[in-house]
């Protein structure tokens, strides 16, 4: 099986600009999440999405990140502003559901300068 | 709030040696806990799950055990090879929802 797909690979912008991340996960997966790995650290959970609703967001900076999952398959994560502490690595996981593994993209590495 | 803490943050052994590494967390009871594998500039892998009910877990070479009197599951890597040599991440069942809540992960190297 496919696995899951993210793009871009790698992102440099400055401060207070904006950036998407895309997402398609593995066909049939209902779950999707959205992690957020800084250097050295494990993957915090940004948002998690059952289809296209979201059953978890509570640790997604609101002010300045949102998620959408429009059709129930693949996934945007955008930061508008983006500022010096998110640089990190965006991985997207997908899931067949309730203890079944995550299976993680290879994620976007983010730099802002 | 819980906390999950991988015991060291790298851990060196020799060829041939087994591995093993420590997971403790505190303030939760997750009905199940993930083992996951992660290679430099590559997303984690999954290596097991074990349960709350379970004792012990095993796959080709890998081990888990999950004692929840101690609130620890450990990790082991039998007859390690330089091939083993990643970092390890240990993941707590959360919410009922499937999230997953990451520890920091231990690196480990395996020496020829």
């Known amino acids: 099986e496919a696995g899951v797909a993210q793009s871009p690979r790698y992102k440099i912008i400055e401060k207070r600009q904006s950036v998407a991340f895309w997402c398609n996960p593995i066909s049939g997966h209902a779950t999707l999440y959205w992690y957020q790995q800084i250097l050295g650290q494990g993957p915090k959970l940004l948002i998690q999405?059952?289809?296209?609703?979201?059953?978890?967001d509570s640790q997604l900076p609101k002010d300045r990140f949102s998620a959408e999952r429009l059709k129930g398959v693949d996934s945007t994560l955008k930061i508008q502003p983006a500022k010096l502490e998110d640089s990190a690595v965006y991985l997207c996981?997908?899931?067949?559901?309730?203890?079944?593994?995550?299976?993680f993209g290879n994620g976007t590495r983010l730099t802002v300068t | 709030s819980q906390k999950i803490e991988q015991n060291s943050e790298a851990l060196n052994i020799q060829e041939g040696k087994t591995a093993t590494l420590t997971c403790n967390y505190t303030?939760?009871?997750?009905?199940?806990l993930q083992w996951y594998r992660q290679d430099p500039g590559r997303g984690p892998v999954f290596l097991l799950l074990?349960?709350?009910?379970?004792k012990e877990k095993r796959k080709e070479r890998l081990k888990v055990t999950f004692d929840t009197t101690l609130k620890q599951s450990l990790f082991h890597i039998t007859a390690s090879q330089p091939a083993d040599s990643a970092t390890y991440l240990c993941a707590l069942e959360w919410g009922s929802q499937g999230n997953l809540i990451f520890g920091k992960g231990t690196k480990l190297s395996v020496k020829p």
């Open positions: 303030n939760y009871s997750p009905a199940y």
């Open positions: 996981a997908s899931s067949s559901g309730f203890e079944s593994p995550l299976h």
């Open positions: 999405f059952q289809n296209n609703g979201v059953v978890d």
């Open positions: 074990i349960r709350e009910n379970e």
